[in-house]
Structures are given as C-alpha cells and as structure tokens.
C-alpha cells in the first residue's frame, strides 16, 4: 500500500448545485469520486460478484462489516493474510462499519454498558465483547482505508432521555475511538457517526460534540430504522447541511435510488445499502424505465433487453424472457446477473448525479427519476 502521507484524507469539493456536491476524497488505496454509491460486501464479498465484476461496474469503493468478520474468517486471519484487500483481491478502497448496527439489530443477544457491548455469536452462541478499542483494533487488522467509530444506533420511537444518554455513550466511545487510532495511523481514515434519533436538538448536540474531535469524516447513523420517508427526509434535511462542509458527509444504510438523490441534495457525499443485491436475488431490478419484477410471466417471452440504456453484461447479451427463465429454474447465473445488473444501476445513478452537478442540472435529474419510480408505477411497494 503507497499512499502521500501528505493528501490522505483531503477531501475537495469542485462543483456543488444547491446543496448538491461533487468532490473527491483521498485514501491509501485512491481517490474516491463523490457522490458515491458503496456495495456492501458483508462478509468480504459483494453477493453473488466477483472484483472483476465489481469494477465493469465501476465500484470505486466497498464496504466490509466488522462484526462479520470478525467471527468469521476472524480479524487475526485477515491481519496474517495482509489485510482484506489481499484476501479478497480487491486493491481499490474498503471501508467498514463498527458493528454498531449490530448493536441495534441482534439487541437480544447482546448487553450495552459503559464499556462497550458483549454480545452472543449469531453462529454458535459463543460470548465476544466489543469495546470502542477493540473495535479499532479489528478494524485495523481488516486494513480498511476508512474505519467507523463504535456507536449506538438507538430504535424508532426511542423516548427522549435514552436518546439523549445514548449520543453521549456514543460521544464518550467516539473519543476512546479517536485515542485508540491517532490520525492517519497505518494509512486509514476514521469517521465520527452523528446519532440523536428524531430529535433535531439532541442531533445537534451530537454533531457538535463529535465536531471537536478529529475526525476525517462525519456519517448520519439512525436513520432507516422504522420511520416513515417524509420523517427520514426531514431529519435528513435539517442535519446534514450542518455537518462540516470541508469533510465527507456519509449516509448509512440509505439507499433506495430516490433516497440516495434526497440524500444528495441534502448535501451528503456517500451512501451504502444492501438494497440492490438483496433486491436482485429477489428478482426486483432497477432499470431506466422504472423497477422490473423479473419473475413476471409477461416475460417469458420478452426479446427485449432488461435496460436499453444500461451497459452492463446482463443487458447487454441477455433478453428479459432469459433472465426469467433463469430466476425460476432457481439457476445461481441469475444471482450473478441480476446483482451485476442493479449494482451497475447503482453505480450510474452515482455517476449521473456528480455529472449533473457538475453541469448543474441536478435538479432536473432528481426530477426525472422521480417520475421515473413514481409510486403509482410499482403500487407503492419499496
């Protein structure tokens, strides 16, 4: 890993369009085009993609979970292997989350304290613990070139004073963060995650107290837990043009193709889901022209390509009524092709947004997939 020890890290903004961004952020494994759309790779691999698959895409960066990693294959492996960029041969940047979400959704297998969180393998049951350290020293040994703090992401309709105790929680755990991994130590960046439910007091507040310390970056965590759109959207609006604007601004876990362009021109940078491979195995693809359920038997005998527009594999070699076929016979193809396919839409929404600031026009282009993915289209489904 070579890296300029003088820019890591810095992030330029180069063109904006309302609150809309277009930037660049510099890690130990390249310069990272923003607005970005980050493929999830849970367990160290995008579902159903290869790397080189990954990069026809045009995937800048993806993200890896440090608490899935850590129990399997274990964080020491990967440290012995030279870092998941070595054992899953992808040499662009990674990064990876602190297991707080975790901390959210396995809450019956797991207890919170001052200290950190102990929590049950969903694989044997066996104990582990979490505390803000150890998660930094996973994440070292993963190598990721960004690194989350340990937080906690409190459920929708949380009451007002455990919010307000929980951001401090994750406040006090941030600073232990930042303590454990000095700026820029091996080459990797540390994000501070703003927390505060839906209460824009106490989100100010967090952001506040995570502003003093240094971080390289700042995500919106706690969002896309239960509340309805309009309900994420305004919380959405009203923080993230508060956030420091000489830093990237991360949104995390968001990640339908009209939430990624609210986020957008909310002013945020990055953005990560499992909303496109999940959906692909499910046969709901996203095209130009709206959603397509592939499974329908108005495709059976379909010539036509899945998006005309789209230069993906799947699009450009395979008909509708092929894609069908191979979702119902259950062939593992249609895994591959279907993830290729929604990861490549994805990916150009991404492209298409920054293009769009750039020439500012983003407006226009939110509008267009607006009406695109209106909901009348689809019945109002996700």
């Not at 901390?103 to 582990?128: A, C, Q, T």
């Not at 990797?188 to 106490?202: A, E, R, S, V, W």
């Amino acid at each position: 890993m070579t890296y300029d020890p003088a820019t890591l890290g810095q992030f330029t903004i180069t063109a904006t369009d309302g609150a809309a961004r277009r930037g660049s952020l510099v890690t130990a494994h390249g310069v990272v085009q923003t607005p970005i759309f980050m493929p999830v790779g849970t367990q160290g691999s995008v579902k159903a993609l290869a790397p080189d698959d990954l990069d026809a895409a045009g995937a800048q960066i993806i993200l890896g979970n440090t608490y899935h990693l850590y129990l399997r294959p274990g964080d020491d492996l990967l440290a012995r292997k030279g870092g998941l960029h070595r054992f899953a041969s992808w040499n662009k940047p990674i990064l990876t989350d602190s297991g707080g979400f975790q901390v959210f959704s396995l809450k019956d297998i797991r207890k919170l304290s001052e200290d950190g969180v102990e929590f049950r393998s969903h694989h044997d049951g066996s104990k582990h613990f979490f505390s803000p350290e150890k998660v930094m020293s996973i994440q070292n040994n993963i190598g990721s070139d960004i690194m989350m703090v340990l937080d906690e992401c409190v459920a929708y309709g949380a009451d007002y004073d455990y919010t307000a105790k929980s951001l401090e929680l994750t406040t006090r755990w941030a600073r232990r963060c930042r303590q454990a991994h000095p700026r820029h130590k091996n080459g990797q960046l540390l994000f501070g995650i703003n927390q505060g439910g839906f209460f824009k007091d106490l989100r100010e507040r967090s952001l506040a107290q995570l502003a003093e310390i240094d971080f390289d970056g700042f995500a919106i965590g706690g969002l896309s837990v239960g509340e309805s759109i309009p309900e994420m959207y305004d919380m959405l609006h009203h923080i993230a043009p508060l956030m420091p604007r000489d830093t990237p601004r991360y949104l995390m876990g968001v990640g339908t193709p009209l939430d990624i362009l609210e986020g957008i021109s909310a002013g945020v940078d990055m953005f990560d889901c499992v909303l496109p491979t999940r959906n692909a195995r499910n046969g709901t693809l996203y095209t130009s022209q709206g959603k397509v359920n592939i499974r329908r038997a108005e495709y059976r005998e379909d010539d036509s390509p899945l998006d005309p527009l789209c230069p993906c594999y799947a699009c450009r070699t395979f008909s509708k009524a092929y894609l069908r076929h191979l979702y119902v016979a259950q062939e593992l193809l249609s895994y591959r092709l279907n993830s290729l396919h929604n990861i490549t839409f994805f990916l150009t929404l991404a492209r298409q947004a920054r293009e769009a600031i750039e020439q500012g026009r983003f407006a226009a282009l939110k509008a267009h997939y607006q009406d695109v993915f209106a909901p009348a289209k689809d019945g109002g489904k996700p």
